[in-house]
C-alpha cells in the first residue's frame, strides 16, 4: 500500500473491507518476513476493530496464529504492534493459551525493555486462572522493577486477572506495597532498554530528548496509582485493611520517616485514595471525623486535580453540614476565577449539584458564578445560570430569565434541558414568578429542539398545572397550543389526557374541546384514540347538557374512524355516558387494582384446591391510585431491562455494588408466599393471608449477628421469620434457633420452631417459628422477647472444616410487636365516596390526647407507621402546623374488609397533639381493630 504525502495524517487510508485485510494476511507467512508490510496490516486490523468490525471465531483464530508467526523478527516496532493485536483478538480466537511460551521469552528481565511491558500486558489476555501460578515469579520480579513501564505493566495485569485467580493474586500484596514506595533514581524507559523505546519511533534521538523522556517517566510516580488500585482490589473486603493504608499513605500520616517514605507522590494515586476515604466514611460512621479529616487536608494540596478531588468528595458526602462546606466550596470558588475552563466547568458543576441540597451554602459564590453568565464556553456559562436560579432569591428571577433567553439557541439540547430543570424547580419555589417562567416555557416550546428537550419542557409545565393553581389556566392554554404543532406522539398523548383530566374542572371547559378534536380529524391512529378518550372525560365529568350533548355528536362521528381502537373507544364512551354508575367506576373512580398483587392471589387461588368452593374474594386486592400504578409499570420495566452490574470497582472509578431495584410490596407478598408454600410444616396451614411489607431489624447491621424479622398472618396461624445473617469470620453457627416469649396476655400458643441445622461465616440462613391463633376471628397482639441460640463452633484455618467441639451460646435481640398493622394493607381509594358508603356499616369514634408529639407531621408519620393504612389526597404532609386532618384506607387480612380511618388533629405548644379518630369499616372486628391500636 502506497501514502501520499497529504494522506499521512488520515486514519482513513487504514481502512479495507474485513474479507480484503484476511486475504492480506498471506503476508504473515513470506520469508524474509517484511516488518514494513506487516506493521500496515497489523495496523488495518486495529483500525477495523476500532471502529467496530466483528470477526468470527475461525476468522480470528486464523488471524492470531498468523501475527503470532512475527515473533520470529526482532523489528521493535513490529513487535508492539504484534502484542496490540492479540490483546485484540485473544478475546474471540481459540486455543490462545499456545502463545503464551513466546510472550513468556518476551518477559525474561535480560531483554530490552521495551519488550516486557507489552509481553506482560498481553500474557494477562491468554491465560487463565489455572495458568497464574506458573508466571507468579515473573510478576512478582516485574511488579518490584526499578523500570516504571514494567513495574505499571505488571501492577495493571494483576489487576485485570485479580477476578479469575484472587487467592494467587493476594500472595502479592507484599509487592504492590514496595510499589507504592518512590523509587529514587527510577529510569522510566531509559536505562538499558532507552535506545530500544525511541528506536521503535522512529530511530534515534538526542540525549536531551532521552533525558527529557526519562525525567517525566521517573517523576511522575505512576506505579503509586497502578500499585494502590491493586492493593485495594486485594483487600476491599478487610475495612481495617483499607483503613491503615489509607492512614499510612495520607498527608497526615507521612509525619514520620516510614511515612515521609510511603507518601503519595502521584496525583491520580492521591486522588484514588480520597476516593477510598471517603468510602470508607461512608460505611463506617465511627471513622467519620478521621476521614474527614484526611480529605480537608488535601483542600491544601499543591495540584489542582486533588484540590477539586478532596472538595467534591466533602460536596457529595451524605449529611454534610453548612460548616463542613465552608473549606471546599472556598477552592471551588478559587476555580471559577481559574484560565482553565476545565477547572471552571469542574467545580461550577460540582457546585450545581451541591445547589440542590445547599443553596444557602452555594450563595456564598453568586458574584463569581454571575461573571461566568458570558463566558465564551456556552457549557460553563449554562451551569452558571442555572445554579445562580438555584441559590438566588426572587427579586433576581426576572434579570436571569433575560440572560437566559438570551444564550439558549446557542447551546446543545442536553444543556437545554439542565436549563429547564433548572427553571422547575424555581417554579415550585417562586410560585409568584410564574407567569415569568411560564411565559419562557412557553417561548421555548416553539423552538426547535428533540424529544428530550421537548419531553422536559412539557413536564415543567405539567408541574406548574400540578402544583400552582395560579397557573393551571394559561398553562393549559400553552399545551393546547403546541399541540397543534407537536411531532412527538408521546407527547401529544400525555398532553391530551391532562386536558382531560383538568379541562372539565376549568371555568370555561367548552373551550377545550376544538383543540381536542382537531387531534381527531388531523393526527394519527394513536393520537387520535388518546383524543376520544379526552372528549369522553368532558362529556362525563361537565355537568352542562349542551357540552354533554357536543360530546355525543364529536363521539359519533369517531365511529366511522378507519382504526378499530378509534372506533372501540368511541363506542365504549358512549355506552358510559348513557350509564351514570358505570361512569363513576370507570371515568371518574382515580384508583385501580395492583395488578402484582392481583396476580399473586389469581395464581394462589387457582392452585388451591378450594378454588372450586369459593368464589374469588376481590376486596381482599389492594387498589392504588393510577399514579401508583404508573410507578408500579415504570419499575417493572426498569427491572425487566436492569443489567446485573459490576462488582469490581477500577483503579480509576472506584464504585460501590449498585443493588438492583427494591421489590414492590405486593411482589414481596408473592415471594413470601413461594417461600412457604415449598415448606411441608407450612402445607395445611392455607393461605397467607398478608405478610409483613418489610423485614424488622432486630440487631443493628454492625452487629457479630444481623437478624431481621418478617411476620406471616395465615386464618389460625402466626409465622415469624427470622432471617439471620452470620458476620464473625472462621466461625460456623451449628443448631441455631430463636426462642420466643410472648407477653402474658397474648391469645397465641407456640407450635413449633424449624431450626437452622448450620450456618457458615458470612453466609444468611432463616429460622421459622409458628404459634396458634387460639381465637381465628378476633386478631391477636403481642410482644416478643426473642433470644439467638446455637453452638459456636471454630474453624480449623488449615482444612477449612469446622471443629467437631462447640460451645452452646445464646444472643438478645430486640423485641418483636404483633400489632394491628400486621393485619391490615394499605389501600388507596376515594375517600369521600367510600366515606359515604361505609357510612351503614361498623363505626367508632374515640378522642385521644397525644402529649408525647411535638407536631402535626410527626403525629400523622406515627399514625400512618403504627396503621400501616394508605394515606389519601396527600393529608400525610399537614399545610397547617395547628389545625389537620389524616385521611387513610386499609383492607384488613381475613375478611374483615374495607376499612377507612378520619383523624381529626390540632396542635398547642406544650399540650402535644390531640386526635379524634374516626374509623368505618365493613366489619365490626376491623373498627376495633385500628381504634385498639392507639389505644
Not at 476521614?291 to 484540590?307: P, Q, T
Amino acid at each position: 500500500m502506497s501514502f501520499k504525502k497529504d494522506d499521512e495524517g488520515a486514519v482513513g487510508v487504514f481502512f479495507q473491507d474485513k474479507t480484503t485485510v484476511i486475504q492480506e494476511a498471506r503476508v504473515f507467512n513470506e520469508s524474509p518476513i517484511s516488518p514494513r508490510k506487516c506493521r500496515i496490516l497489523l495496523t488495518k486490523i486495529i483500525y477495523l476493530l476500532y471502529i467496530g468490525e466483528t470477526f468470527g471465531t475461525q476468522e480470528a483464530t486464523t488471524l492470531f496464529f498468523g501475527v503470532t508467526k512475527l515473533f520470529q523478527h526482532k523489528d521493535p516496532a513490529l513487535r508492539q504492534m504484534v502484542y496490540l493485536v492479540i490483546k485484540e483478538l485473544a478475546k474471540v480466537a481459540e486455543d490462545v493459551l499456545m502463545v503464551t511460551s513466546s510472550i513468556m521469552k518476551d518477559m525474561q528481565p535480560n531483554l530490552e525493555v521495551i519488550y516486557r511491558p507489552n509481553a506482560i500486558r498481553a500474557v494477562c489476555r491468554v491465560i487463565d486462572g489455572s495458568m497464574i501460578q506458573g508466571v507468579e515469579r515473573f510478576f512478582k520480579a516485574a511488579i518490584v522493577d526499578r523500570n516504571v513501564s514494567i513495574s505499571s505493566a505488571a501492577l495493571v495485569s494483576s489487576y485485570h486477572l485479580h477476578p479469575i485467580a484472587k487467592d494467587v493474586i493476594k500472595r502479592w500484596a507484599n509487592e504492590a506495597q514496595e510499589a507504592l514506595t518512590p523509587k529514587s533514581g527510577s529510569s522510566g524507559f531509559g536505562g538499558s532498554g532507552g535506545s530500544g523505546f525511541m528506536s521503535a519511533y522512529g530511530g534515534g534521538a538526542s540525549s536531551s530528548q532521552q533525558s527529557g523522556y526519562q525525567a517525566f517517566q521517573s517523576t511522575s510516580y505512576i506505579t503509586q496509582y497502578h500499585a494502590l488500585g491493586l492493593l485495594y482490589s486485594i483487600r476491599h473486603q478487610d475495612r481495617m485493611a483499607i483503613t491503615k493504608l489509607i492512614q499510612q499513605l495520607s498527608a497526615t500520616g507521612a509525619t514520620s520517616a516510614r511515612g515521609a517514605a510511603q507518601a503519595l507522590r502521584n496525583a491520580n494515586a492521591t486522588c484514588l485514595l480520597i476516593r477510598y476515604a471517603a468510602k470508607v466514611m461512608e460505611d463506617d460512621p465511627n471513622l467519620h471525623r478521621q476521614m474527614f479529616d484526611l480529605i480537608e487536608s488535601y483542600l491544601r494540596h499543591k495540584s489542582d486535580m486533588v484540590n477539586y478531588e478532596a472538595a467534591r468528595a466533602i460536596c457529595e458526602m451524605r449529611g454534610v453540614s453548612a460548616q463542613e462546606l465552608t473549606k471546599p466550596i472556598g477552592v471551588l470558588q478559587l476555580f471559577l476565577s481559574s484560565p482553565k475552563s476545565s477547572l471552571k466547568f469542574a467545580a461550577i458543576r460540582t457546585l450545581a449539584k451541591l445547589a440542590q441540597t445547599q443553596p444557602h451554602a452555594v450563595s456564598a459564590c453568586n458574584l463569581d458564578m454571575e461573571k461566568l453568565i458570558n463566558d465564551e464556553n456556552r457549557s460553563v456559562a449554562t451551569y452558571a445560570i442555572t445554579t445562580l436560579l438555584k441559590t438566588g432569591n426572587e427579586a433576581s428571577v426576572d434579570r436571569l430569565m433575560k440572560q437566559i433567553s438570551a444564550f439558549m439557541s446557542e447551546i446543545s439540547d442536553e444543556f437545554k434541558v439542565i436549563v429547564v430543570n433548572a427553571i422547575r424547580a424555581l417554579c415550585l419555589k417562586f410560585p409568584a414568578k410564574q407567569s415569568v417562567m411560564l411565559t419562557f416555557l412557553s417561548g421555548v416550546l416553539r423552538d426547535e429542539g428533540g424529544y428530550d428537550f421537548k419531553k422536559s419542557v412539557v413536564e415543567a409545565i405539567f408541574d406548574m398545572v400540578k402544583f400552582i393553581s395560579d397557573s393551571k389556566e394559561a398553562a393549559l392554554a400553552q399545551l393546547c397550543e403546541f399541540i397543534e404543532d407537536c411531532e412527538f406522539t408521546k407527547l401529544s398523548v400525555r398532553i391530551l389526557h391532562l386536558i382531560g383530566v383538568e379541562g372539565p374542572k376549568a371555568a370555561q371547559p367548552s373551550k377545550y374541546i376544538r383543540y381536542i378534536y382537531n387531534r381527531v380529524v388531523l393526527e394519527n391512529a394513536i393520537v387520535r384514540a388518546a383524543a376520544v378518550s379526552a372528549l369522553a372525560k368532558f362529556g362525563v365529568n361537565v355537568g352542562d347538557e349542551t357540552v354533554k350533548s357536543s360530546i355525543r355528536v364529536l363521539l359519533t362521528r369517531c365511529l366511522d374512524d378507519v382504526d378499530d381502537e378509534v372506533r372501540d373507544r368511541a363506542a365504549m364512551y358512549l355506552r358510559i355516558m348513557k350509564d351514570e354508575p358505570l361512569a363513576d367506576v370507570l371515568v371518574k373512580d382515580d384508583s385501580t387494582y395492583s395488578l402484582s398483587a392481583l396476580e399473586s392471589k389469581l395464581v394462589s387461588y387457582i392452585t388451591s384446591s378450594a378454588s372450586a368452593e369459593k368464589p374469588f374474594d376481590i376486596v381482599s386486592i389492594p387498589k392504588i391510585s393510577k399514579e401508583q400504578a404508573r410507578q408500579e409499570a415504570q419499575r417493572a420495566r426498569s427491572e425487566a431491562s436492569s443489567i446485573l452490574p459490576s462488582t469490581s470497582a477500577g483503579p480509576s472509578a472506584p464504585t460501590e455494588t449498585a443493588a438492583g431495584p427494591s421489590p414492590s410490596a405486593a411482589e414481596a407478598q408473592s415471594r413470601y408466599a413461594e417461600q412457604l408454600k415449598a415448606i411441608p410444616d407450612f402445607k395445611d396451614y392455607g393461605e397467607v393471608l398478608r405478610s409483613s411489607s418489610k423485614p424488622v431489624e432486630l440487631t443493628e447491621s454492625e452487629t457479630e449477628y444481623v437478624v431481621t424479622c418478617v411476620k406471616h398472618i395465615f386464618k389460625e396461624h402466626i409465622v415469624f421469620q427470622f432471617n439471620i445473617r452470620n458476620t464473625i469470620a472462621d466461625t460456623v453457627l451449628d443448631n441455631v434457633t430463636v426462642l420466643m416469649t410472648p407477653s402474658e396476655d397474648s391469645d397465641l400458643t407456640e407450635d413449633f420452631i424449624l431450626p437452622l441445622p448450620s450456618l457458615a461465616a458470612q453466609e444468611s440462613g432463616i429460622v421459622y417459628v409458628s404459634f396458634t391463633r387460639n381465637s381465628p376471628d378476633e386478631y391477636a397482639t403481642a410482644s416478643f422477647t426473642n433470644t439467638l441460640r446455637f453452638v459456636s463452633k471454630e474453624v480449623d484455618p488449615e482444612t477449612g472444616e469446622p471443629q467437631e467441639d462447640g460451645y452452646d451460646d445464646e444472643y438478645q435481640t430486640e423485641d418483636v410487636e404483633l400489632s394491628a398493622g400486621d393485619y391490615i394493607t394499605p389501600s388507596y381509594a376515594t375517600f369521600a365516596t367510600e366515606w359515604d358508603r361505609l357510612r351503614s356499616g361498623s363505626t367508632a369514634t374515640e378522642t385521644f390526647a397525644l402529649t408525647a408529639l411535638d407536631s402535626l407531621k410527626a403525629a400523622c408519620d406515627s399514625l400512618i407507621e403504627i396503621l400501616n393504612m394508605e394515606p389519601l389526597g396527600g393529608t400525610e404532609s399537614p399545610a397547617s402546623t395547628s389545625v389537620h386532618t389524616l385521611n387513610l384506607s386499609g383492607i384488613v387480612c381475613g375478611g374483615g374488609g374495607k376499612v377507612l380511618a378520619r383523624s381529626r388533629m390540632t396542635y398547642a405548644s406544650g399540650q402535644g397533639v390531640t386526635m379524634e379518630l374516626s374509623v368505618r369499616a365493613e366489619q365490626e372486628g376491623a373498627a376495633q381493630l385500628v381504634i385498639s391500636a392507639i389505644a
